[in-house]
C-alpha cells in the first residue's frame, strides 16, 4: 500500500498533505479527503480512517482498498504556519479545499469533515462546487451558537469545583494556567474522548494545537469569542443535493439533539449514532466507524 506524502502550494504558502493508497486511483473509485477538526488541530487524530486503504482490512466489502488523502490546514501541523490573522478565516480554509483537490487531480472525490472540518465542507458544498460524489459530516455544527449554548450546559453539569476553575480562569484571562487545563480535561474526558488512556494519536494532536488559529476563529467549546461566534447555515442544509452521512457519539459534545434536526434538514440524509463514542468515534469505535463509512461510501457508488 503506497503512502506518499508532499505539499500544495497555498496563498503565498505551503499545505502539506498524505495519501494513503494509489492517485489516481487503480479501481477507478473515488478517494475519500478528510477534513479535520479544530481550527488549529492537525489531522492526526483521525488516521484511524488511513486503514480504509487496506486491501482487506475492517470496513471493507471485498472491493480493493480505496485511497485516503489527508492533509493538515494551513497554521497547524506540518503545514507552513505563517504569523499572519488574516489568514485566519472561513474563506482561508474553504479555497484550501480546492487546493488540495486541483494540486492532487481529485476531480471525482468523496469529502469527510469532523467537528470544525463539518464547518469548512457545509461552506464549500454550499457554493456548489463539482465533482463530489458524496459528503460526511462528522460530529457536526451548522450552528455555532446552538453549539455553544450546548456545551454551556455541559460544562455547567461539571463538579462545582471544575466550573468553579474554569469560570475564575477564563473571567481572570488565566487560561494558561495548569489549573485550567485540568479543569478543562475533566470536559474534554467526558465529551471529547471516553478513552483512558486517550490513544497517542489523539495526544499528540492535542498537544500541538496551534492556539492563535483556535482563537481566532473560536475559543473554548462553551465560549466561542473568534470570528465564527454567529456562524449558522442551519437555515440553507435543504441546499445539498447529494448523498449525505451524520455521524455522532452518544456522549458527544456535538449532543443528538443538535444532528437529529441536521439529519432531518438534509434531503435524504442518513445518520449513525455511535452509542460507545463522544466526539471521536473514528478512534473511540475504529472498526466500527471504517465498516459504517466503507459500506456508505461502496452503497453511493452503486447508486
Same mark, same amino acid.
Not at 451548522?142 to 469545583?161: C, H, I, Q, T, V
Not at 489549573?179 to 486517550?198: H, I, K, S, V
Not at 473568534?226 to 435543504?238: A, C, K, N, P, Q
Given at each position: 500500500?503506497?503512502?506518499?506524502?508532499?505539499t500544495v502550494p497555498f496563498r503565498g504558502?505551503?499545505? *502539506?498533505?498524505?495519501?494513503? #493508497?494509489?492517485?489516481?486511483?487503480?479501481?477507478? @473509485?473515488?478517494?475519500?479527503? %478528510?477534513?479535520?477538526?479544530?481550527?488549529?488541530?492537525?489531522? &492526526?487524530?483521525?488516521?484511524?480512517?488511513?486503514?480504509?486503504?487496506?486491501?482487506?482490512?475492517?470496513?471493507?466489502?471485498?472491493?480493493?482498498?480505496?485511497? !485516503?488523502?489527508?492533509? &493538515?490546514? +494551513?497554521?497547524?501541523?506540518?503545514?507552513?504556519?505563517? &504569523?499572519? /490573522?488574516?489568514? *485566519?478565516?472561513?474563506?482561508?480554509?474553504v479555497a484550501e479545499v480546492d487546493a488540495?483537490?486541483?494540486?492532487?487531480?481529485?476531480?471525482? =472525490?468523496?469529502?469527510?469533515?469532523? $467537528?470544525?472540518?463539518?464547518?469548512?465542507?457545509?461552506?464549500?458544498?454550499?457554493?456548489?462546487?463539482?465533482?463530489?460524489?458524496?459528503? !460526511?459530516?462528522?460530529?457536526?455544527?451548522?450552528?455555532?451558537?446552538?453549539?455553544?449554548?450546548?456545551?454551556?450546559?455541559?460544562?455547567?453539569?461539571?463538579?462545582?469545583?471544575?466550573?468553579?476553575?474554569?469560570?475564575?480562569?477564563?473571567?481572570?484571562?488565566?487560561?494558561?494556567?495548569?489549573?485550567?487545563?485540568?479543569?478543562a480535561m475533566e470536559f474534554y474526558q467526558?465529551?471529547?474522548?471516553?478513552?483512558?488512556? *486517550?490513544?497517542?494519536?489523539?495526544?499528540?494532536? =492535542?498537544?500541538?494545537?496551534?492556539?492563535? !488559529? &483556535?482563537?481566532?476563529?473560536?475559543?473554548?467549546?462553551?465560549?466561542?469569542?473568534?470570528? +465564527?461566534?454567529?456562524?449558522?447555515?442551519?437555515?440553507?442544509?435543504?441546499?445539498?443535493? +447529494? /448523498? %449525505?452521512?451524520?455521524? $455522532?457519539?452518544?456522549?458527544? =459534545?456535538?449532543?443528538?439533539?443538535?444532528?437529529?434536526?441536521?439529519?432531518?434538514?438534509?434531503?435524504?440524509?442518513?445518520?449513525?449514532?455511535?452509542?460507545?463514542?463522544?466526539?471521536?468515534?473514528?478512534?473511540?469505535?475504529?472498526?466500527?466507524?471504517?465498516?459504517? +463509512? #466503507? @459500506?456508505?461510501?461502496?452503497?453511493?457508488?452503486?447508486?
Amino acid at each position: 500500500m503506497a503512502d506518499t506524502e508532499g505539499t500544495v502550494p497555498f496563498r503565498g504558502h505551503h499545505t *502539506w498533505y498524505r495519501v494513503v #493508497g494509489a492517485l489516481p486511483t487503480p479501481s477507478g @473509485r473515488p478517494p475519500l479527503l %478528510v477534513v479535520h477538526g479544530g481550527p488549529g488541530l492537525p489531522h &492526526d487524530y483521525l488516521e484511524d480512517l488511513a486503514a480504509l486503504a487496506e486491501e482487506d482490512g475492517p470496513g471493507r466489502t471485498g472491493e480493493a482498498g480505496r485511497t !485516503v488523502v489527508f492533509y &493538515d490546514q +494551513l497554521g497547524c501541523g506540518r503545514s507552513d504556519q505563517p &504569523d499572519d /490573522p488574516a489568514l *485566519w478565516t472561513m474563506d482561508t480554509f474553504v479555497a484550501e479545499v480546492d487546493a488540495v483537490r486541483r494540486a492532487l487531480g481529485l476531480d471525482r =472525490v468523496h469529502l469527510l469533515g469532523h $467537528s470544525w472540518g463539518t464547518q469548512v465542507l457545509l461552506e464549500y458544498m454550499l457554493r456548489k462546487p463539482s465533482g463530489v460524489a458524496s459528503l !460526511v459530516l462528522a460530529s457536526p455544527i451548522a450552528n455555532a451558537p446552538a453549539y455553544a449554548a450546548e456545551a454551556r450546559r455541559l460544562k455547567d453539569s461539571l463538579p462545582p469545583g471544575v466550573r468553579e476553575v474554569i469560570d475564575r480562569c477564563e473571567a481572570a484571562g488565566t487560561t494558561d494556567d495548569d489549573a485550567y487545563l485540568g479543569a478543562a480535561m475533566e470536559f474534554y474526558q467526558r465529551w471529547l474522548c471516553r478513552l483512558d488512556p *486517550w490513544p497517542e494519536h489523539v495526544v499528540r494532536s =492535542v498537544l500541538t494545537l496551534r492556539e492563535e !488559529v &483556535d482563537t481566532a476563529l473560536w475559543g473554548p467549546e462553551w465560549n466561542v469569542t473568534g470570528s +465564527l461566534r454567529e456562524w449558522d447555515v442551519s437555515e440553507r442544509l435543504s441546499e445539498l443535493d +447529494l /448523498p %449525505v452521512l451524520l455521524t $455522532s457519539g452518544r456522549y458527544d =459534545v456535538v449532543v443528538p439533539d443538535l444532528v437529529r434536526p441536521m439529519a432531518e434538514a438534509v434531503p435524504g440524509a442518513a445518520w449513525v449514532l455511535f452509542e460507545d463514542s463522544a466526539h471521536l468515534a473514528t478512534a473511540e469505535e475504529p472498526e466500527h466507524y471504517r465498516q459504517v +463509512l #466503507g @459500506r456508505f461510501l461502496s452503497a453511493t457508488e452503486k447508486g
